[in-house]
Nanobody
Framework: QVQLVQSGGGLVQAGGSLRLSCAAS????????INWYRRAPGKQRELVAA???????NYADSVRGRFTISRDNAKNTVYLQMNSLKPADTAVYYC?????????WGRGTQVTVSS
């Protein structure tokens, strides 16, 4: 079992920055990838960024160059640094740990970007 606790998020003006955190506990060694998803009202869920256990990263075109995913292995935490935020980034953000055939979801955190 893996537990993911999210923090960060909130309300920010367009052009601002926020950082989301995803702290993992439990069977951490089983996690192969940490993904950040988001779901905006009326839209499909979108994979925003991912970091693999080996450190490789991947980003959605919509956030590449503005968002950075990183991991602090000493703290068992993955971060999503979000810069140059746009109103279109408004969504609930979820971190998801992929461990074999199992996905473990954080509770989600609201990010609201005002224009």
């Amino acid at each position: 079992q893996v537990q993911l606790v999210q923090s960060g998020g909130g309300l920010v003006q367009a052009g601002g920055s926020l950082r989301l955190s995803c702290a993992a506990s439990g069977n951490i060694a089983s996690i192969r990838t940490i993904n950040w998803y988001r779901r905006a009202p009326g839209k499909q869920r979108e994979l925003v960024a991912a970091v693999a256990s080996g450190g490789s990263t991947n980003y959605a075109d919509s956030v590449r160059g503005r968002f950075t995913i990183s991991r602090d292995n000493a703290k068992n935490t993955v971060y999503l640094q979000m810069n140059s935020l746009k109103p279109a980034d408004t969504a609930v953000y979820y971190c998801v740990g992929v461990a074999g055939e199992s996905d473990y979801w954080g509770r989600g955190t609201q990010v609201t970007v005002s224009s």
